[in-house]
T-cell receptor
Framework: GAGVSQTPSNKVTEKGKYVELRCDPI?????LYWYRQSLGQGPEFLIY????????DSGLPNDRFFAVRPEGSVSTLKIQRTERGDSAVYLC??????????????FGPGTRLTVL | AQSVSQHNHHVILSEAASLELGCNYS??????LFWYVQYPGQHLQLLLK??????LVKGIKGFEAEFIKSKFSFNLRKPSVQWSDTAEYFC??????????FGAGTTVTVRA
């Protein structure tokens, strides 16, 4: 089957604009994760969904960032009033049930966000 | 919160050379350990993982890693690299939960 897909692959926006980044996990995977990778760094955890609910959003940097997963499959990461510091690659990953610490997380190709 | 340190930012070596990438983590409790790889133009994929049992773990493409609990280390090794091993390698840890903490990554360049 298909892997994790993310759209768009690239997004260029202006400071202050609103953006939405989409993630389509592997079919049947109940756990979904968002990470952010800045240049020269490893991915940093943002938020974790188990089904439709955000089980842990402790990595979201501030209230401009929000994510939803209304039907327990596709997820959208939403960033309001973008800032230049938000420029990064946003990665999505999913893992199959039952969710736990030993699970392999399957990553998508990422969305490269550039805020001018 | 746990942190992960990868010792080398960029490693350059010739084909058939041996490779060892260092990874140390800071967390005193139970951990699960992972090495992910990102080949040029591709997404992150799992090389190997450790969560219990034999501390010497074998992964795909001839890679292995050894968990040394007393040293808080999980170093990655490959006895003889190929040009196709050129990639970025990330060590990651979770405290027996879902939240991965990644190191900054090591870029490996293998010269033919």
């Amino acid at each position: 089957g298909a892997g994790v897909s993310q759209t768009p692959s690239n997004k260029v926006t202006e400071k202050g604009k609103y953006v939405e980044l989409r993630c389509d996990p592997i079919s049947g995977h109940t756990a979904l994760y968002w990470y952010r990778q800045s240049l020269g760094q490893g991915p940093e955890f943002l938020i974790y969904f188990q089904g439709t609910g955000a089980a842990d959003d402790s990595g979201l940097p501030n209230d401009r960032f929000f994510a939803v997963r209304p039907e327990g499959s596709v997820s959208t990461l939403k960033i309001q009033r973008t800032e230049r510091g938000d420029s990064a690659v946003y990665l999505c990953a999913s893992s199959p049930p039952p969710a736990g610490g030993t699970d392999t997380q399957y990553f998508g190709p990422g969305t490269r966000l550039t805020v001018l | 919160a746990q942190s992960v340190s990868q010792h080398n930012h960029h490693v350059i070596l010739s084909e058939a050379a041996s490779l060892e990438l260092g990874c140390n983590y800071s967390y005193g409790g139970t951990v699960n350990l992972f090495w992910y790889v990102q080949y040029p133009g591709q997404h992150l994929q799992l090389l190997l993982k450790y969560f219990s049992g034999d501390p010497l773990v074998k992964g795909i493409k001839g890679f292995e890693a050894e968990f040394i609990k007393s040293k808080f280390s999980f170093n990655l090794r490959k006895p003889s690299v190929q040009w196709s091993d050129t990639a970025e390698y990330f060590c990651a840890v979770n405290a027996d939960d879902y939240k991965l903490s990644f190191g900054a990554g090591t870029t490996v360049t293998v010269r033919a």
